[in-house]
């Protein structure tokens, strides 16, 4: 059987499912990560919700070529909703915007889900936020480099979190990553002619909120 192989921040997604889990994969997209963990045996089971029909009909084809059709449910579905309680034990939120997926949470997390497993492309301080309303706490935040971008996975289970202003955009987590510098002036780089435009203007903007709080860390870290 051929292998599928995965980009570098979905490689860190799936590192951190625990072996036997039943996982639900949101916005399966075309199914790369539950054809991965079924053929590594890190799962036996999977459920590929998407709301989206290309996809969907592109994760059955993909499906069907690997012979992997009888180990997944595919369903068509707006965020968690398709899943009922005790279905699946992990979930995982990969590829979508942060106020996406804080919009996802809040709306329903299934019972029996005892690991979240999200990688925000954007806004991961709405993320956060979210998972403290809806009773998950940070576990593990890992920085992966891919080509010239760097992501964010939060790997998460049940409990309560309280986090201060800054920390939802700089979680304890994250800061005591090795590569947490880099990170900072890879986001202070791509932030920076926006903050300046958004300065010159007086604007008052939530991207503007969170610069200057990136740029303070930095300070700090570099003092």
């Known amino acids: 059987?051929?292998?599928?192989?995965?980009?570098?921040?979905?490689?860190?997604?799936?590192?951190?499912?625990?072996?036997?889990?039943?996982?639900?994969?949101?916005?399966?997209?075309?199914?790369?990560?539950?054809?991965?963990?079924?053929?590594?045996?890190?799962?036996?089971?999977?459920?590929?919700?998407?709301?989206?029909?290309?996809?969907?009909?592109?994760?059955?084809?993909?499906?069907?070529?690997?012979?992997?059709?009888?180990?997944?449910?595919?369903?068509?579905?707006?965020?968690?909703?398709?899943?009922?309680?005790?279905e699946a034990d992990c979930a995982v939120i990969a590829g979508m915007g942060g106020e996406l997926i804080s919009n996802i949470l809040r709306a329903y997390i299934p019972r029996g889900i005892k690991q979240l497993i999200i990688q925000p492309m954007t806004d991961a301080d709405k993320v956060r936020r979210a998972l403290a309303e809806t009773g998950f706490s940070i576990k593990i935040e890992d920085i992966?480099?891919?080509?010239?971008?760097?992501?964010?996975?939060?790997?998460?289970?049940?409990?309560?979190?309280?986090?201060?202003?800054?920390?939802?955009?700089?979680?304890p987590v994250l800061s005591a990553h090795p590569l947490f510098k880099e990170y900072l002036l890879y986001k202070l780089t791509r932030m920076k002619n926006a903050a300046a435009k958004a300065i010159r203007a007086g604007a008052n903007t939530e991207m503007l909120h969170e610069y200057t709080i990136l740029k303070k860390a930095y300070e700090n870290v570099f003092k």
Not at 40 to 49: E, K, L, R, Y
Not at 79 to 86: H, V
Not at 165 to 171: L, Q
């Open 1 to 86: 059987m051929n292998k599928n192989t995965l980009s570098p921040r979905l490689m860190s997604v799936v590192s951190y499912i625990k072996k036997g889990s039943t996982v639900a994969d949101i916005g399966t997209d075309h199914a790369r990560i539950p054809i991965y963990i079924l053929q590594n045996n890190i799962s036996d089971f999977v459920i590929a919700s998407d709301i989206v029909d290309g996809p969907l009909g592109k994760a059955a084809e993909n499906l069907k070529y690997f012979n992997l059709t009888d180990k997944v449910s595919i369903r068509k579905a707006s965020g968690l909703s398709g899943i009922s309680d005790n």
């Open 144 to 171: 992966v480099p891919e080509g010239d971008k760097m992501y964010i996975v939060i790997v998460c289970e049940r409990g309560n979190m309280s986090l201060s202003e800054e920390e939802f955009y700089i979680s």
